[in-house]
């Protein structure tokens, strides 16, 4: 198998966090987004939708979709899993995982698209839409804050697939210049050095 990607981006960092954290070794195949090879017919043909990552199965086809690549390599590798062993567990999992991805990563991108100057030539920005943004970003963000425990990571002691959503996001937002305020959220601060600390941040 192997994964068409642009590392740098959330999404295939969200997938690349979660596979070093399992411990599975995937051929990457380096996409140039930055480039516009993602709009050409060639890699259309691949993902008509122009995203990264995708991933090229055995047979030759190609799944798009980073939380579906994701939960493809949780079922080819469920131990140690990272989204749960009971319903329950795997309910709270996929729910936590979706409130970080709609409440924080997407709120993320919405604030850079509308304010950031990389985005400017392709996106038509708006103030409005990046206050709309920021307010549900802030209120996402308290929301996540309150889901933390006493242990650093959401569901425990070790990142498990909503982490890997959160800290792609968080990073996504500091490598672009978003600041966000750790200073009234403070488990978001310990979650965050947390996982900097760990190997899998590296990859």
């Known amino acids: 198998m192997k994964i068409h990607t642009f590392a ?21 195949v380096p996409v140039n987004l930055l480039g516009g090879e993602t709009r050409s017919a060639e890699f ?6 122009g995203t990264v990552p995708v991933l090229e199965l055995p047979d030759g086809t190609f799944v798009s979709e980073s939380l579906a690549i994701i939960e493809y390599f949780e079922e ?7 989204l749960g062993r009971t319903p329950v567990e795997r309910l ?6 979706r ?9 993320i991108a919405q604030v850079l698209q509308n304010t950031h100057p990389y985005f400017a030539a392709n996106v038509k920005q708006s103030p409005e839409a990046a206050e709309m943004g920021s307010r549900s970003l802030e209120r996402a963000l308290d929301v996540i804050e309150a ?7 959401l569901l425990g002691d070790s990142p498990w697939i909503p982490d890997c959503t959160l800290f792609a996001g ?6 672009m210049g978003l600041k966000l305020n750790f200073d009234v ?5 310990r979650f965050n050095d947390a996982f900097r600390q760990r190997p899998s941040a590296g990859r």
């Open 147 to 153: 889901r933390f425990g006493d242990a650093p990571f």
């Open 185 to 189: 959220r403070p488990k978001l601060r």
């Open 99 to 107: 409130m970080c991805e709609f409440g924080v990563f997407m709120r």
């Open 8 to 28: 740098k981006a959330p999404n295939p960092r969200r997938v690349h966090l979660y596979l070093a954290e399992k411990g599975i070794e995937v051929e990457r």
């Open 92 to 97: 709270r999992t996929r729910e936590l995982d």
């Open 44 to 49: 259309c043909a691949k993902n008509p939708m």
């Open 170 to 175: 968080l990073s996504f937002a500091f490598s």
């Open 76 to 82: 080819l590798h469920p131990e140690p899993t990272m």
